[in-house]
């Protein structure tokens, strides 16, 4: 028995892996149909998140059926909580994501924040992928060093989030009202995706240490 719950701990892994990876490559897309205003990567996000959506869910049956069956106790229990906890922060990734997506969709033909703005949205959205592709990596190898360089990423996403903010508050903004709604929206569903990572590379790193950091 133990060795089939091991078995069935390393599917929980692979499938953590499977879905981190699609939210990586939705995220790659949402920034570049964002930036470039592409309707067709814009389309292709919007429809991949639910795929990621379907694979949560199944994820998440396959933890409670594996609690159901298994009753693990101590770490094994940990495991298998935080497996279904970081399930649920990895679709709301997805989801953020997708509004990103569903940003360059409407205003397409249209780029979605003014000219001021756009080398700003580049580097959030270059982080934010970066920060994807480091977290699948983490949930792969469970390296702790890679739970830090994330916190540490998030850290320049929030300055980004905070210039953002100065620029459509300050006095020298000209834009029209749906720029100002369009750009801090923007830069929420940034920032909250790169929250959502850290959120999981903390579960991953107590996992991993046993420190809550």
Request: glycine letters at 4%; proline letters at 1%; aromatic letters at 6%.
């Amino acid at each position: 028995m133990r060795e089939v719950f091991q078995q069935e701990l390393h599917e929980v892994q692979e499938r953590l892996v499977e879905i981190a990876t699609l939210v990586a490559d939705s995220i790659d897309d949402a920034t570049r149909a964002f930036n470039e205003s592409d309707v067709t990567l814009a389309e292709g996000v919007i429809e991949n998140d639910r795929r990621i959506d379907v694979l949560a869910a199944e994820l998440d049956e396959l933890a409670i059926t594996i609690l159901a069956r298994q009753q693990p106790v101590a770490r094994d229990l940990r495991i298998v909580v935080s497996a279904l906890r970081i399930s649920a922060s990895l679709e709301r990734m997805g989801d953020m994501a997708e509004h990103i997506a569903q940003l360059a969709r409407y205003r397409f033909p249209e780029k979605v924040v003014p000219k001021g703005l756009r080398s700003t949205f580049r580097e959030m959205g270059a982080l934010d992928v970066e920060i994807a592709r480091n977290l699948t990596e983490l949930l792969r190898t469970q390296d702790t060093d890679i739970a830090e360089h994330i916190r540490n990423e998030d850290d320049k996403v929030d300055a980004l989030h905070l210039a953002v903010f100065d620029k459509v508050l300050g006095e020298t903004w000209k834009g029209e009202t749906v720029d100002t709604v369009d750009a801090t929206l923007a830069s929420r569903y940034h920032e909250r995706f790169a929250d959502h990572a850290v959120s999981i590379a903390k579960k991953v790193q107590y996992l991993a240490t046993g420190d809550w950091a």
